[in-house]
């Protein structure tokens, strides 16, 4: 076990680290997608420890922008989720995050942080 394990951090692999291309602020936005249904549920940012924490653990772990800290999705409401599978986009500017959630994914409760406002639907569709 390295330090850094002993002491709570997770190392991001190298390799992974040099590939993914952050903004000024050192993130990488995560799009967060049901696993089974493939609808997307949130949308996060990840620093270098939140990547490797969610690797090491399949817990969902993000970057707070306005708390400046890390935390783990549902340890606080319940609401968890367990990453099945992380995949870094063709420009390493995004990850896309699959998830078996628990719970709504939205902080209001909603089922996904996308129900709210449909601002443009296909011709056929109708909006509920």
């Known amino acids: 076990m390295s330090r850094d394990e002993r002491e709570g951090q997770t190392s991001l692999d190298p390799a992974v680290a040099a590939r993914l291309k952050r903004g000024a602020d050192g ?31 399949r817990r969902a772990t993000y970057f707070s922008r306005s708390r400046q800290q890390l935390w783990v999705k549902g340890e606080t409401s319940g609401n968890v989720q367990h990453v099945r599978e992380v995949r870094l986009d063709c420009d390493a500017d995004t990850l896309l995050v699959r998830v078996d959630q628990t719970g709504p994914a939205c902080h209001t409760g909603a089922r996904t942080c996308f129900d709210a406002d449909l601002l443009l639907a296909d011709e056929d569709v109708q909006a509920s």
């Not at 249904?37 to 969610?54: K, N, Y």
């Open 27 to 57: 993130l990488v936005c995560a799009v967060v997608v049901d696993h089974t249904t493939s609808d997307v549920l949130m949308v996060a940012w990840m620093d270098d420890e939140a990547l490797a924490r969610t690797l090491a653990t």
